[in-house]
């Protein structure tokens, strides 16, 4: 039997909350700004209203 769309969603909100987070914590190891650039436009995309400044 396959999953409801409740749990589907539930799914890709834990999915997208623990990327952020990894994209969070290499936004803050990066050093140069091309490299901060770059994955504040992948964490754009997975969450389009984010700020990691």
Known sequence: MGRT????????RRKRKTGLAKVRARYA???NEGEKAELLAKARRMSPFIELE
């Open 29 to 31: 190891a990066s050093k």
């Open 5 to 12: 769309e409740r749990q589907r969603e539930i799914a890709r």
